[in-house]
């Protein structure tokens, strides 16, 4: 990628104190977002990922402990005040969380709770606010959107409470958008539907965004650049032609295999044996050594690096030379 990184994450580092100990959530873990493109999350529930993003909002529990460098144009959100970094979430930063239901308020109506999230942050009248409210919904193609914005969540089938959320979440145009399994809980039609609004949005007004999903068939066409998830750490990171065709880590191949080709007859789907580790007491090497086809003697003595395999793409894995360029020939 080209210019100067829209969002730059060096080490960052996520854990919660517990009764039971530290668990933590996210190590290490770099990357960087550029305007305009898309960077899809991947990896298995508990992996990290939401973790991630909600440290990017600054949204977590006060017994959270958040280390590292999260500059975003050119500002440290580690380094804000609270009031500082209310004026740029929902501004500058905005998020569709993955449940519609449970993160818009029962109470109030959809169009009130996205002209709140208007007038927050500008200096605007109601009706103003309305007006920007209802070619909002209308943009996001919630039919009939006057009288829409006039009713409650619960009177919102599953797919359009999503789409009111993407509205919210766009109201005051932000440079980055981070959307957290958008599609969960939505049918195949839908979900089409709702990639298809979120990709129409980010034409309309620029932004990049941050697509986090446990579904590797969803990123295949909505994602500039695809990075790998396991038990807190970043595995693997590179375009989406280094990660579906020429992956060179065991995880992303694992993930691979288990999803369904159309290409290749299959009596079954090879499920990825056993279950993530422990966060709170995490073994020594490999996180996925446990699981893994690959693994050697070296992989329980220390945890691998994240290496360079090629101009964009890198794994962390201590076999990288081992594996065949050709997804699927390993497994």
Not at 230 to 257: C, Q, V, W
Not at 270 to 296: H, Q, V, W, Y
Request: aromatic share 4%; net charge negative.
């Amino acid at each position: 990628m080209s210019g100067e990184p829209l969002l730059s994450v060096d080490n960052l580092g996520v854990g919660f104190k517990t009764d039971a100990g530290v668990v933590q959530a996210v190590t290490d873990v770099s990357f960087e977002i550029y305007p305009g493109e898309v960077l899809a999350v991947v990896g298995e529930s508990g992996s990290g990922k939401s973790v991630t993003a909600l440290a990017l909002m600054r949204l977590h529990p006060r017994n959270t402990d958040t280390t590292g460098d999260l500059m975003f144009d050119g500002i440290d959100l580690l380094k804000l005040t609270d009031a500082q970094m209310r004026s740029i979430r929902g501004r500058d930063i905005a998020m569709i969380f993955q449940d519609p239901m449970t993160a818009m308020n029962p109470v109030f109506t959809v169009g009130e709770q996205i002209v709140e999230a208007i007038r927050v942050h500008n200096d605007v009248s109601k009706k103003v606010a309305w007006d920007r409210t209802v070619d909002l919904l209308q943009l996001v193609g919630v039919p009939e959107p006057k009288q829409r914005a006039s009713q409650h969540p619960h009177e919102y089938s599953g797919g359009m409470r999503q789409r009111a959320m993407i509205a919210m979440a766009i109201s005051n145009d932000p440079k980055l958008l981070i959307a957290d399994e958008p599609t969960t809980a939505l049918d195949v039609t839908v979900q089409a539907q709702v990639m298809e609004v979120l990709h129409d949005v980010q034409e309309a007004t620029g932004s990049a965004m941050m697509l986090i999903t446990h579904d590797l068939g969803l990123v295949a066409g909505s994602a500039d650049r695809v990075q790998v998830m396991y038990a807190s750490r970043l595995m693997e990171s590179g375009t989406i032609d280094d990660i579906f065709y020429e992956s060179k880590n065991p995880y992303t191949r694992a993930l691979l295999d288990s999803i369904p080709d159309l290409e290749t007859h299959k009596e079954r789907l090879d499920p990825i044996p056993g279950n993530p580790p422990s966060l709170l007491n995490p073994s020594s090497g490999c996180a996925f050594r446990p699981r893994c086809f690959m693994s050697a003697e070296e992989c329980a003595q220390s945890v691998p690096d994240m290496v360079p395999v090629g101009e964009q793409h890198s794994s962390r894995c201590f076999r990288v030379a081992d594996i065949n360029v050709s997804v699927g020939a390993t497994s």
